[in-house]
């Protein structure tokens, strides 16, 4: 069961079509009661009226609730779009950090080749000449 603020919803559910129920149940009994047309006008008018200030109490309720509840889901966004916003920069951060690494990895490599390659040069060279 899902409470909140020590309401239950499936009670204000049961409550809301309660209400519902009652208006339609009302509705049939008039369009079938055995009353004059100014009598039945008159309970009709009257109970909209009740139906409506209840609608109005429970809108009063669960209204603030619903406030609360989408002024908690605007936080809650605003602190994962941050959120976000920094894993989005430090792996920005990371990508740069890596590409700078690896420029210096290749880098040093390719010194490695070229000297690898100037000593089998040289190598090659004093081989030949003993020879």
Known sequence: MNHHNGHDATADSNILFFACGALAGAAVALMFAPARGRETRELLAQRSRQVADMGREMLGEHG????TAIE?????????????????EQGKSGYRDAVRHGHRVAGDALQSAEEAARTLRADAKGATESV
């Open 72 to 88: 908690r889901g605007r936080e809650t966004a605003t602190h994962l779009g941050e959120r976000i916003g920094q894993a989005v």
């Open 64 to 67: 603030e609730r619903l406030s």
